[in-house]
């Protein structure tokens, strides 16, 4: 994981913005806008690497003194036709190009009512990665989703199974994500933090809130922390406690928030993540 300790001095070194938050705006603009907020890394989504080109992208990132915080996404490792590895190595190339040390993955959903295949695939084919991984040097980061999206997106629904699936593997090469929108109802979620601190296995901590109601398409239902229920400041500091001293990366998908004017949006969250999300971090 990248190392950004936490400055008090500038509370947003360690804050990331992933390029979802800020959708409309190209890979340019959004390295342009987290810079000029004074944050301290992105985390690119590959859509936005390849309209740019991997190496204009790298040298945008770095010119402008940013940290890639994570790449965004691989993994879809569940179809039956289809092995997945090919595209996957592809994402861990330009996660390297880029010096991402953590490519995020979600591992599909279940084709043929087959989930326990589906698991078994994902399993096979991430042993097929790892090496790759390993020469590239860059993390394969398991995200867990919440459990509505066992069908079409994830098959891997808790900490607890991403921690095991992970465990088969280096520390260096397999980790998981904690993405506040996914795993935060999990009753067992303080302890499986404290574990997957304790393995090492940390790779991402990714921040959004969870929204009351929900909108009609459960996917755009991520919104700013602050405006649903997730309580940052505990999970937080069970990240903390739990031994992460990476960066914190602000995932939201929400069509209001994507039609807000950018900048506006960063200095919301830059507001939030001061109020809700380090007060966790730093006690």
Known sequence: MSIAPFDLDNPYSALSLNTKTTNAWTLKQAVDGAARAGLGAIGPWRDRIQEAGVSESAKLISDAGLRVSSLCRGGFLTAIDDDGLDD????????????????????????DRDLVGARARVEERLALLVPYALERGVRIALEPLHPMFVADRAVISTLGQALSMAEPHPVEAVGVVVDTFHVWWDPDLESLIRIAGERGRISSYQVCDWLVPMEADPLLSRGMMGDGVIDFESIGRWVRGAGYRGDVEVEIFNAAVWATDGDQVIETMKQRYRDLVLPGLIA
């Open 88 to 111: 996957n190595r592809r994402a861990l190339d330009e996660a390297a190009e880029l010096g991402a040390p953590e490519l995020v993955m979600v591992m599909g959903g279940i084709p």
